[in-house]
């Protein structure tokens, strides 16, 4: 996505006329415009030259924003470090300085104006004698008056003006309009008076006095100014999160230049790069330890306090805190391509996007200001067709115009999503999108993958079980020679144990993954294998007792793995995977939310029923592989609504693409994390209701946000109007109707502002809702066949039938009796006749019945 900064914008109709300019231009895909950052988000092929011109042919400015991504090597580093400071740059409140200045010059002449409009003409106060009975001399001394304001706020009339000839009227257009009129008709009225003072006619000079608008067209410009300035100040503090993001990047990293420790500015950090930081130093940019032990604060990124040890070997980030040991560190990534860059980049991307909620918005707001011109003007001539005067009408007709909002609407929506990002952020959880951000509160599935996301990933061999006439060493040698050139995390387990027994592994070739069954190298001729027990079977032959045993391991929730050599049975190595503390407190809040909670392993499902049990999901899905996890997130979808995916290694990528929602582990792999649509900085389950909490109350907040806006409007147009004056004498005052339309947007964007006060983590706010799977329990304890089948004669029989029975989609467990003859199978979801009938006569034998 190109970005581009944007100038001249002023309202929600300004940024809705700038999109559809740019959306126009051929080549553009798609274009969204931040009226909240003054940013432009251009996918496409069309030219920079060519969106430029677009955007000023609608009457704004546009610049190209920063440059190209830092390069791997690390000659990106400058740029990145550049696009950056632009960022923040532009993320800096220059509005407020410029309109407290333009208030205290305007409140200056203000108060002379109104000591003489209002203070000596309602209230008496004591007047000069050469103006106290010159009622033209009055009348002149306020248009001086009030024409300096308006020059001090041309700003106003350039700006709206400019729009209304570019046919994209806003809401300075609506400012000048009304403060235009109020001085025009006034202006008027003076010469109108001169005539009757020359014509000696004192009432008429006297009438014409009531007829003076000019402090109404010098306090309009005002208030709007005061509500301008209010509304700067409260939308630099929605960037306040992503700003201190910004400033958390280091300037300076010490690296070693030959032999000789040298601080140097970050820009010229390159990958490869030897750098130490010591005790209290940011860690200046991603790195991995290659001497040292240290503390680290990695609250900064990630949002927790506790701060986390690294040694030799572990990876730390930029940012980050060292708090106690030296550390010397090799470079990664620098420049754009560190993790707080990517966050920054992150959070900033899904703020120049849109949700879809604001759609609504934009196309009431690109409709809004050319609608309120027209009932201002319905206005005026309907109370001149009853009679009343044109000051009174024209009272009307401006009130119309000053007290219509489209800001509130425009900002309803960006202000609520960008303080909701930077709330995420601040806590680890980053939405890559606006959508994201908004659709994350919709899902009623979440699918959890096992490994690494419901458990620590980080699994240890509990039991090793030879075979008759091989020795543990030898199973184990065998087992390390092959799993020791795996990246699997149950290989890494067999391996880990190995080594900590010291042994050595044999010199294997042609080694080969299969992805979610098992693994296969040559060892001197001979073919060895490892992996599931599925996997195992069609290598060699494995006892019935010890598939007794393996199901018992998996009934405890550990993985068996079986080894063999050639066709010969090596033995079997289980090994247990621990589930994170929070993970079964995770899926409660989950379920209390209104969601079903869903595991997605390629497990066996004797052991994935176990660690479903234990984490407390409703359902579990076993024995499939990354297509299958993608298969299944796609039924999901089909039978329940909207599903979010959440997991962390490279099989889980189709799922996270496949899914309304991916959410990957912050731990987890890059392909991982580019599938997904939120990213958790923390390895906690805990952050999945966070994420979903948050985008909920985001959600909430927008709707009270457009609510506002739309009941504001709805109520202060037909009171502008007039519309009650006969039934309840209520009459709005132009100045009035200015003072409720500067503070319309500051209200919206201090509501969204109160999202700040959410603790996302609390879920005592949680609206209990019941859980709809709760009712699925009884169809699932009621889905069950027994089959009649003819053939079985022992427990082996049993086994197979089992087994095969098992390895069906759907299909829960199955109690199965060779004596009586029977298989009882228990289904979650419904399995056909056919295809039980098919599984069981493929293992030859023969089925009689299904009822």
Not at 371 to 397: C, D, E, K, P, Y
């Amino acid at each position: 996505m190109k970005q581009y900064k944007v100038t001249g914008m002023s309202c929600a109709a300004c940024s809705s006329r700038v999109e559809k300019a740019v959306s126009k231009v051929p080549g553009v895909e798609s274009c969204s415009v931040s009226l909240l950052t003054n940013s432009m988000g251009v996918e496409g092929s069309a030219s920079d030259d060519e969106i430029i011109a677009a955007v000023e042919a609608a009457g704004y400015g546009a610049s190209e924003k920063g440059g190209s991504g830092g390069a791997a090597d690390g000659t990106g580093a400058a740029v990145g470090n550049s696009v950056a400071l632009e960022d923040e740059d532009m993320l800096k409140d220059t509005e407020t300085p410029v309109l407290k200045k333009r208030l205290i010059a305007s409140v200056a002449f203000l108060v002379v104006l109104m000591y003489f409009s209002m203070g000596t003409m309602m209230w008496g106060w004591p007047a000069p004698g050469f103006l106290a009975e010159n009622h033209v001399a009055m009348g002149l001394l306020q248009l001086l008056l009030s024409a300096v304001i308006m020059v001090i706020n041309q700003k106003f009339f350039i700006s709206g003006f400019r729009g209304l000839i570019h046919l994209s009227p806003n809401m300075d257009t609506l400012v000048a309009l009304g403060s235009g009129a109020a001085f025009v008709y006034s202006t008027y009225a003076l010469f109108a008076m001169t005539d009757a003072q020359v014509a000696g006619d004192s009432g008429a000079v006297m009438g014409y006095m009531h007829d003076f608008y000019f402090e109404s067209a010098a306090m309009i410009l005002a208030l709007i100014t005061v509500g301008k300035m209010l509304e700067a100040r409260s939308k630099g503090k929605t960037t306040d999160a992503l700003k201190g993001l910004m400033k958390l990047a280091p300037k300076s990293a010490v690296v070693i230049r030959d032999g000789s420790e040298v601080q140097v500015p970050i820009q010229q950090v390159k990958k490869g790069d030897v750098f130490v930081v010591r005790p209290g130093e940011n860690i200046p940019v991603d790195g991995i330890v290659i001497e040292g032990m240290s503390a680290v604060n990695e609250s900064a990124l990630t949002g927790e306090s506790i701060p986390v040890d690294k040694m030799e070997g572990d990876a730390v980030s930029a940012a980050t805190i060292n708090q106690s040991g030296f550390l010397k560190c090799e470079a990664t990534r620098v420049g754009e391509d560190t993790t707080l860059s990517q966050i920054i980049k992150m959070v900033s991307d899904a703020a120049a996007t849109k949700a879809p909620i604001a759609k609504v918005a934009d196309k009431v707001s690109g409709v809004f200001v050319p609608a309120v011109i027209a009932v201002a003007i319905v206005t005026i001539i309907i109370w001149l067709l009853v009679g009343q005067t044109v000051g009174f009408a024209l009272a009307r007709g401006i009130s119309v115009l000053v007290i219509s909002c489209p800001c509130a609407l425009g900002l309803a929506t960006p202000v609520a999503i960008m303080v909701g990002n930077g709330i995420g952020a601040r806590h680890g959880i980053l939405f890559k999108t606006a959508v994201s951000l908004e659709e994350a509160g919709k899902v009623q599935v979440v699918a959890l993958d096992k490994t690494g996301t419901i458990t620590k990933g980080a699994p240890k061999v509990t039991d090793v079980i030879p075979a008759q006439g091989v020795s543990e060493d030898e199973l184990l040698r065998y087992a390390y020679s092959l799993e020791i050139k795996s990246e699997h995390p149950l290989a890494k387990a067999v391996v880990e144990a190995s080594e900590e027994q010291g042994m050595e592994a044999l010199d294997v070739d042609d080694f080969t993954i299969l992805p979610g069954n098992g693994l296969s190298a040559k060892q001197q001729g001979a073919v060895l294998t490892g992996g599931s027990l599925t996997f195992a079977e069609k290598a060699f032959a494995i006892p019935s007792e010890v598939i007794e045993t393996s199901d018992r391991l998996a009934r405890e929730g550990k993985t068996p793995l079986f080894f063999g050599k050639d066709d010969q049975l090596l033995g079997m190595i289980a090994v247990a995977d621990v589930m994170k503390e929070d993970s079964p407190q995770a899926v409660k809040q989950l379920q209390d939310m209104g969601i079903k909670v869903v595991m997605i392993t390629g497990d066996n499902r004797q052991t994935a029923e176990a660690i479903g049990k234990q984490a407390g999901v409703d359902q579990v899905i076993a024995q499939v592989l990354p297509e299958g996890k993608e298969e299944a997130v796609r039924q999901l979808r089909k039978e329940n609504g909207k599903v979010a995916m959440v997991g962390d290694g490279i099989n889980d990528a189709p799922a996270l693409t496949r899914a309304d929602m991916g959410i990957a582990i912050g731990a987890g792999t890059d392909v991982a994390i580019d599938a997904a649509d939120v990213v958790l900085m923390n390895s906690s389950l805990m952050d999945v209701p966070a994420a979903i909490r948050l985008s909920r109350l985001t959600l909430r907040n927008i709707h009270q946000n457009l609510f506002w806006a739309f009941i504001y409007n709805v109520i202060g147009i037909p009171l502008a109007a007039g519309a009650w004056i006969h039934l309840l004498g209520w009459e709005l005052n132009p100045m009035f109707a200015a003072a409720a339309m500067s503070l319309s947007s500051f209200c919206v964007v201090t509501n969204a502002l109160t999202l700040n006060l959410f603790d996302v983590r609390d879920a005592k706010r949680d609206k209990k809702r019941k859980n709809k799977v709760k009712s699925n329990k009884k169809e699932e304890e009621t889905m069950e066949k027994t089959m009649k089948i003819e053939g079985m004669m022992c427990q082996h029989c049993e086994a197979t039938v089992k087994k095969a029975l098992e390895g069906l989609d759907g299909v829960r467990g199955a109690k199965v009796s060779h004596e009586a003859g029977t298989a009882v199978v228990d289904m979650d979801s419904n399995v056909t006749d056919d295809v039980l009938k098919k599984t069981v006569e493929d293992k030859d034998y023969k089925v009689l019945s299904i009822n």
